[in-house]
């Protein structure tokens, strides 16, 4: 009998952590970097296999300019989302103490809540992790830029989790070698940028029209509402014996944030896992997905163009290194490393027509979108990262072909809208994004009209 019990719950362990692998993939935003490289659970400081690198676009390339835009590293729940899952963990306590016996609940009643106020979104040991294991690899993929001759430019968000992440950055490098020259003076800078790194928040025709607008999430309301959502709030209800009226989408929500936060900060399977199978978290992640669609990506098109002057920015220094590179003089800023959030490089994804899917994501079109582009775990993990690395090709078969770019998202290639393929000329590249290097002018697009 004690064997047949001890084969149980070990069936049961087995059960519940593959749940959470399974669940894994729909975490949105909240997912850990690993999901889209599984390799890097084994080791985190691989490279992965030859063909996922990026290598040179020809022998005679050389790397001369680094722009990275880094999302922080694995963070903390914020506050909101702590009183919430408070709340909700509070109602399975009381209802194990006055109601019958339920499985589910009971055992979610006997959780140990281990999130605390404080913890407010800050960055997780997990996430310093992420930063450092980031920078080892950049480092060990193009070492020449990371030389400790090399002026290093960091940049951040005023966000605690985003500083903390630029520090973390800065001990990989440290650890991968990085250090100080012979005369003991490390050439770095540092700065806090939320006109970059959090532009959103000084476009106040984003923050008026979208970010205060009750109705711009309006296809958000809706699904949230809408007959998938209800199926999966009614079955959990059922699961955790709870009156109807105690449940709804955003406790629902929360519950799966909770098992992909102990997944992403312990690397463990939280028992909250268990209320969820795949198709459940397939209708959260599309809920989710919702929210980073129209509030962050091609639902309006005030929240690409709100990324102006981080696109402005991003190629003013990239035709630096180049004019530099043609004067023979040294390249001033070889690399540059911000650190911001999701909300820093969705829009400009989106500004550069990436992720876009030929019909718009809408509370009706949820089977429709099953193969979608746009799924924001993939885009943006934590410590997502979007690369823009500058070449000189000394011998190149003509002056234009002589500078070339590579875009890299997450450590991978990604093919230029104009051409498909994976490395471009930089006057190419500035010609496919002529309009928006001429005429999207931050102050003019995020002015509100006299109607408002």
Not at 196 to 221: Q, Y
Request: glycine share 6%; charged share 25%; hydrophobic share 40%.
């Amino acid at each position: 009998m004690a064997c047949r019990l001890l084969l149980l719950l070990l069936l049961l362990g087995s059960a519940a952590a593959q749940r959470a692998s399974d669940l894994a993939s729909y975490f949105g935003t909240k997912s850990r970097y690993e999901t889209i490289h599984p390799h890097l659970l084994a080791d985190p400081f691989s490279l992965g296999p030859p063909e996922r690198g990026f290598p040179l676009p020809t022998a005679t390339c050389e790397p001369i300019h680094l722009r990275a835009l880094v999302r922080h590293g694995t963070r903390f729940p914020t506050r909101k989302q702590i009183e919430k899952l408070d709340r909700l963990h509070k109602e399975l306590v009381h209802r194990r103490s006055v109601g019958p016996a339920c499985r589910a609940a009971d055992s979610l009643a006997g959780w140990k809540m281990w999130f605390r106020p404080e913890m407010d979104g800050r960055l997780a040991g997990r996430g310093r992790r992420d930063m450092s294991a980031l920078a080892r690899r950049l480092a060990a993929r193009i070492p020449g830029l990371f030389s400790a001759r090399n002026h290093l430019a960091f940049a951040s968000s005023s966000k605690p989790r985003c500083l903390d992440s630029a520090a973390a950055f800065r001990e990989g490098l440290r650890q991968a070698g990085h250090s100080a020259p012979a005369d003991g003076r490390l050439k770095e800078s540092f700065e806090v940028n939320d006109k970059l790194m959090r532009f959103f928040d000084h476009c106040e025709k984003f923050v008026k029209g979208v970010e205060n607008n009750s109705t711009a999430l309006r296809e958000m309301d809706v699904f949230r509402d809408g007959p998938e959502m209800r199926s999966v709030v009614d079955k959990i209800t059922r699961t955790l014996c709870l009156p109807a009226k105690r449940l709804d989408a955003d406790l629902i929500q929360v519950a799966f944030f909770t098992c992909s936060f102990g997944l992403t900060i312990k690397n463990i399977n939280s028992p909250w896992c268990a209320l969820f199978n795949t198709d459940d978290a397939k209708v959260l992640e599309y809920l989710n997905d919702l929210k980073q669609y129209w509030k962050r990506a091609y639902g309006h098109d005030i929240n690409s163009r709100s990324s102006c002057n981080l696109f402005q920015d991003i190629f003013k220094h990239l035709d630096q290194a180049v004019s530099e590179s043609k004067s023979s003089r040294a390249i001033s800023s070889p690399v540059m490393l911000q650190f911001g959030h999701a909300e820093t490089l969705l829009p400009l994804l989106a500004l550069m027509g990436y992720f876009r899917d030929t019909e718009p994501l809408k509370a009706d079109n949820y089977a429709k979108q099953a193969g979608r582009q746009f799924r924001s775990g993939r885009i943006v993990p934590y410590a997502s990262n979007l690369l823009f690395l500058l070449y000189h090709c000394e011998k190149a078969s003509s002056p234009e072909e002589k500078y070339k770019v590579q875009i890299l998202l997450n450590e991978r290639l990604l093919v230029f809208p104009h051409s498909g393929e994976t490395v471009a000329s930089y006057s190419s590249l500035k010609n496919h994004y002529k309009a928006l290097l001429e005429n999207c002018h931050f102050n003019e697009v995020c002015a509100l009209t006299k109607t408002g």
